[in-house]
């Protein structure tokens, strides 16, 4: 799966590159921001609670925004990989996209960041707000209070991705199909370098195969040899523990001739429960 995070301030241009990676890479965008409006516009109670901090230029609580990012992502069980514009925006949501991502087997794979200055940023928000009609876009006291919210609780998110060593930054000024093509670069990158690692690996393992089949072999007499040693005291140890027990009943020989028999389908159940496991593990990364 290919999961990118769109990092970047308010007014960045997030959502303008969005829409042009979800046509190229057929990913599904995820707006926390849109779907959010999208509340609001429905007046469902969660955007009644989201507009009270929306107008305010504060952040929607963690509890709640994770809450709604994971229900989106268990809506889209076919996506091919996610874009995810305006989430985490705090080392709390990041942590715990790790986390919920680790349990559908996949994780993030880049975090895209656009790169724009401040003043350039409240001279788009600014733009945006006439244009829209968005009002958190048109005070510019909520404008200031999103890019101070941005710098005090977002910005940790970068240093989180870059100590995974994900983290790309592009400059996000210039033409919007420079800073895509910028975009789709790193990720196309990344593709080639993942492809290259994979099949790299893939030689070591098979190397590290044709080793194992030669070399431990003289391991695996010693084990052969050790192991009938050990039966044959176990058998000698139990014989002579049926001779005493026989004398006193039978019923215990019985009694262990049935555990052998109940052990064996053990461990068959336990072999065939393996080999269950193993294709689910594999079917899922
Ligand atoms: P955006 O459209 O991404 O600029 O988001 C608009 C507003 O929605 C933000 O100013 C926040 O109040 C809220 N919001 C969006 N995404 C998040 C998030 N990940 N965490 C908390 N609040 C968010």
Redesign the pocket.
């Known amino acids: 799966m290919l999961n990118i995070v769109l990092f970047g301030p308010?007014g960045a241009g997030k959502g303008t590159q969005s829409a042009k990676l979800i046509k190229k890479y057929g990913l599904v965008h995820l707006?926390?921001?849109?779907i959010?409006r999208a509340n609001i516009k429905g007046g469902t109670p969660l955007g009644n609670l989201?507009k009270s901090?929306?107008d305010k230029?504060?952040?929607?609580p963690d509890e709640v925004?994770i809450k709604m990012l994971e229900a989106e992502c268990v809506r889209n069980p076919k996506a091919k990989g996610f874009i995810f514009?305006?989430?985490?925006?705090?080392r709390a949501?990041a942590k715990a996209l790790d986390q919920f991502l680790k349990t559908r087997a996949t994780a993030i794979t880049v975090m895209l960041a656009l790169e724009v200055a401040e003043g350039e940023l409240r001279k788009r928000l600014m733009l945006r707000g006439k244009e829209s009609g968005r009002v958190?876009d048109q005070d510019p006291k909520v404008i200031q209070k999103?890019i101070d919210v941005y710098n005090a609780e977002t910005m940790p998110v970068k240093d989180y991705y870059s100590a995974q060593g994900k983290y790309k930054g592009v400059k996000g000024i210039g033409t919007i199909e420079a800073i895509f093509n910028a975009l789709c670069k790193i990720i196309d990158n990344g593709r080639t370098t993942k492809t290259v690692k994979k099949a790299a690996s893939k030689k070591v393992v098979s190397v590290a195969k044709k080793k194992k089949t030669t070399a431990p072999k003289s391991g695996a007499a010693k084990k052969t040899k050790k192991v009938p040693a050990k039966r044959t005291s176990n058998k000698t140890a139990a014989a002579k523990k049926s001779k005493t027990v026989k004398k006193v009943s039978a019923k215990p020989v019985a009694k262990n001739k049935i555990a052998v028999k109940a052990a064996k389908p053990k461990t068959s159940a336990k072999k065939a429960a393996a080999k269950k496991i193993k294709p689910a593990g594999r079917k899922g990364r």
């Open positions: 308010p707006s926390t921001g849109d959010f989201a901090y929306i230029g504060q952040l929607v925004t514009d305006g989430f985490p925006r705090t949501q958190d999103r």
